[in-house]
């Protein structure tokens, strides 16, 4: 069982526009709304590729149900639990050179007990089996070590946790640590106090001292640049597939979603970086916060690029 916890969930409006001006009017083009939230983007790609998973977090108000109607009319089941507020909407702006502007509402406040019900049913949900995604922005009265309670909590009972998060709260959950986790560049340089124009050759040295810290997977993700897939026996860096790009949105939660997928089956490294790498490729290719179609994924599965280190 894989479950996807998104403590912040969030129903994601993405607006085309050929020139963001700043201080002006500007009329929208061609927006679009998905149930969203980085959690929720990964059971979107597990579904995609024919896994099953299970979203769990907190919602609230007329668009935390509206976000939970979403998810039924897309297959994918949810077990949230309703906390007081509104679950946020968020607006996504890409212009027409792919640049992306993201205004995030704050979203809902949730409490000690209403952190320690989810646990509970993370817990409930995942089993003694379970890959569990710990992954996103954490909503407003959750502290910096909410991950790192969760993952120790979990990994406790023998369940495999992917955390996808920044700053602190990845900081705290490196203590315990996470199965895997996909820091994207900056936030790898921010986690070792580095400038961003570190040398690229460093790279996989940095991803080595996340693994002897127990660490089992790191995923860099690099943009353009591609990403590296590292484990305590091999290493491959993926270049990045030149295509159209429609929308970075999502791009990271599908290779993670793709990555969970590829842990659950028993996937070696190299079969599992290829898989990530063809469903963040299909991401950016594709519209709002939508999964890559299968016969996207499919398409650049045997083109993707590996190289070992």
Not at 47 to 52: C, F, K, M, P, S
Not at 122 to 150: C, E, K, M, N, W
Not at 186 to 195: A, K, R, T, V
């Amino acid at each position: 069982m894989i479950v996807t916890v998104t403590m912040n969930p969030a129903l994601d409006k993405t607006a085309n526009l050929t020139q963001l001006v700043p201080h002006a009017l500007n009329r929208l083009q061609a927006v679009r709304t998905d149930v969203g939230g980085k959690g929720v983007n990964v059971s979107k790609m597990i579904a995609a590729l024919g896994g099953h998973s299970v979203c769990t977090g907190f919602v609230g108000g007329d668009t935390g149900r509206e976000v939970c109607r979403r998810l039924d009319a897309c297959g994918i089941a949810h077990a949230f639990l309703t906390v007081e507020g509104d679950t946020r909407t968020n607006l996504k702006i890409v212009e027409g050179d792919g640049a992306l502007t993201e205004l995030n509402e704050p979203g809902i406040t949730v409490t000690p007990p209403e952190l320690a019900a989810l646990q509970t049913k993370v817990r409930q949900l995942a089993g003694t089996t379970g890959i569990v995604v710990l992954s996103g922005s954490l909503p407003r009265g959750a502290q910096a070590d909410t991950y790192r309670d969760f993952a120790h909590a979990l990994r406790r009972v023998g369940c495999r946790v992917i955390v996808d998060a920044d700053g602190a709260a990845l900081r705290e959950a490196l203590t315990v640590p996470p199965h895997a986790i996909k820091p994207n560049l900056l936030e790898l340089l921010q986690l070792f106090g580095l400038p961003q124009d570190t040398p690229e050759e460093r790279l996989p040295a940095l991803c080595g001292e996340l693994l002897a810290r127990g660490v089992s997977l790191v995923m860099l993700s690099m943009g353009a640049r591609g990403a590296l897939f590292v484990t305590h026996d091999a290493a491959w860096r993926a270049p990045a597939c030149k295509v159209k790009v429609c929308s970075t949105v999502g791009a990271g939660d599908s290779m993670v979603g793709a990555a969970a997928f590829a842990l659950e089956r028993g996937y070696n490294l190299e079969q599992t970086a290829r898989l990530a790498m063809a469903c963040a490729t299909g991401a950016v290719m594709t519209e709002g916060t939508n999964p890559p179609s299968t016969e996207t994924v499919s398409k650049y599965l045997d083109q993707i690029e590996l190289f070992s280190l």
